[in-house]
């Protein structure tokens, strides 16, 4: 590599902010407020830590992504397989027809967005 590190232009890296200070808003202050999305599979507003899940694993050529708790992607990778993901595809409603995933959505259903706790395996 002839050169100084940062003259390389594959290693550069962007900046998070602006050398030169941020953009002002000649029109005044917004308020930014937070909408927590819904989870794909039980319904309850995200909490803090949401996980962006493929229904359709990227092993099996899924790209979109939805969000989802951790406890619900936890159940949901522990009950069905790869090749069943790929088969339910992005309905939702037919993870929720397994009566173990059911099961787990009714009962999580009143706990707080950012409950963990761990999950069974499903007996195969």
Same mark, same amino acid.
């Given at each position: ?27 005044? /202050?917004? *308020? ?8 794909? @599979? ?5 909490? $803090?830590?949401?996980? +962006? ?30 090749? /069943?993901? *790929? ?8 993870? @929720? ?5 059911? $099961?787990?959505?009714? +009962? ?17």
């Amino acid at each position: 590599m002839t050169g100084g590190a940062g003259t390389d232009p594959e290693r550069r890296m962007a900046r998070k902010h602006s050398k030169h200070g941020g953009y002002e808003d000649p029109m005044g /202050e917004e *308020e930014t407020v937070e909408v927590a999305q819904p989870c794909w @599979l039980c319904g309850r507003p995200t909490g $803090k830590t949401i996980v +962006w899940h493929h229904p359709v694993p990227k092993s099996r050529g899924g790209r979109d992504v939805v969000p989802m708790h951790p406890i619900c992607q936890q159940t949901v990778t522990a009950n069905f397989t790869n090749s /069943e993901l *790929e088969r339910h595809g992005m309905n939702a409603e037919a993870l @929720l027809a397994e009566p173990a995933v059911r $099961k787990f959505v009714d +009962w999580v259903a009143k706990k707080d967005p950012d409950f963990t706790a761990g999950t069974t395996k499903k007996q195969r």
